[in-house]
């Protein structure tokens, strides 16, 4: 197989290790005769694979013991309506932060819930800084908050955590496990899988006990998180490959020196790339540097007529699926976890190249 380097945002790369390990064990798990995606979810191999997965997690994130770790499919969107569905608790208002993309589409779904009152917008300045907590707006009848600590698409990340009177919820789909994190000060931390934590099709939700069990009425069983709660997120089906898969990530990121860790690595690689950008004249970033996220960096060519060019050469060096996002043109590099600093310093060394060949 050839060396490349995947910045895509998600479906995310993967530990090479963990892929490799992956592939090692794809006929048979353990000593189950069959693979792990044929087995029952009830089994003993399943079950056990389960119950250390979640165990890694909470070792991982230090989740307190009264919260639930919960496995569910749907994605982060899913989580766009379950979050109203149990958190509103008999509220008809909730806060929500208007940052980006994501959390914009968690507002257009509470709407369908409640009234959601935007306790800070930061559109007008296209999602590239945060407007201090201090000038926030919040309602103190709202029934939570919620935010999205890293917006995926801006390139916009917090370097603070709101705190208000009522349960605070985060999108953290794209910033799970980057950097350590006080799980105490929320009330519900949820994220898709596939940028941070394995394949798509595994959605983790994380939260406090005593916000469950108190349900819109006449839901779907599976909006309630009292059903998966109960049943060890087993009251269906499980999305059991993305899980195994999930649980072998977290044992990556121990063996990386945790969360701890991974945060020192994040940040070195962050600084490498915006540290290239920062320095030519010919790559920029137009995000406020207290609010660059580690994730996800943005960045534009002086001349977007060259971005056509600048993707086909990266991609014949190994360099793939570094296009923007359309609503904000130009490149971004997906940097999560599974990125080594060398696939970092190969995209510096590039972009230099290519700079001195078209700048
Ligand atoms: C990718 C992403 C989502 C969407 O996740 P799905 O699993 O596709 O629903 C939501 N929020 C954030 C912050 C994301 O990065």
Redesign the pocket.
């Given at each position: 197989m050839s060396q490349a380097y995947n910045f895509s945002?998600?479906p995310a790369m993967l530990p090479r290790a963990v892929l490799e390990q992956i592939q090692g064990e794809l006929l048979e798990y353990g000593n189950a005769k069959a693979s792990v995606m044929e087995i029952s979810h009830r089994g003993a191999d399943f079950m056990g694979l389960a119950k250390k997965s979640e165990q890694d997690l909470r070792d991982l994130m230090n989740i307190p013991s009264n919260y639930k770790v919960l496995f569910l499919q749907?994605?982060?969107?899913?989580?766009?309506s379950m979050v109203p569905v149990n958190l509103l608790r008999g509220k008809n208002k909730a806060n929500y932060a208007h940052t980006?993309h994501?959390?914009k589409?968690?507002i257009a779904e509470a709407k369908r819930y409640c009234d959601v009152n935007i306790c800070t917008d930061n559109s007008a300045n296209k999602y590239t800084d945060i407007d201090d907590f201090s000038n926030w707006n919040i309602d103190a009848d709202g029934a939570y908050l919620h935010y999205?600590p890293?917006?995926?698409?801006a390139g916009l990340e917090f370097d603070y955590i709101p705190e208000a009177d009522m349960p605070l919820v985060a999108?953290?789909?794209?910033?799970i496990l980057s950097r350590e994190i006080d799980v105490s000060k929320y009330g519900v931390i949820y994220?898709?899988?596939?940028?941070n934590i394995g394949p798509?099709g595994l959605?983790v939700v994380i939260v406090r006990e005593d916000l469950i069990g108190q349900v819109v009425e006449n839901q779907p069983v599976l909006f309630d998180y009292s059903t998966q709660a109960n049943n060890e997120s087993m009251y269906n089906t499980p999305p059991t490959f993305a899980w195994y898969a999930a649980g072998r990530v977290f044992e990556w990121v121990k063996a990386q020196g945790g969360l701890a860790g991974m945060g020192k690595i994040n940040q070195t690689k962050a600084q490498t790339l915006y540290s290239a950008i920062d320095n030519s004249d010919f790559y920029s970033n137009p995000v406020a540097p207290k609010y660059r996220s580690w994730m996800n960096v943005p960045f534009l060519l002086a001349d977007d007529n060259l971005n056509g060019l600048f993707l086909e050469k990266a991609f014949d060096a190994g360099l793939l699926a570094l296009k923007g996002h359309r609503s904000v043109g130009g490149m971004r590099a997906s940097i999560y976890n599974a990125m080594p600093q060398e696939g970092i310093d190969a995209l510096v060394s590039f972009m230099g190249d290519f700079e001195k060949e078209n700048g």
């Open positions: 945002a998600g749907g994605g982060a969107s899913s989580q766009f980006g994501w959390s589409k968690a999205t890293n917006e995926t698409i999108d953290m789909s794209s910033t994220a898709g899988a596939q940028k798509a959605t």
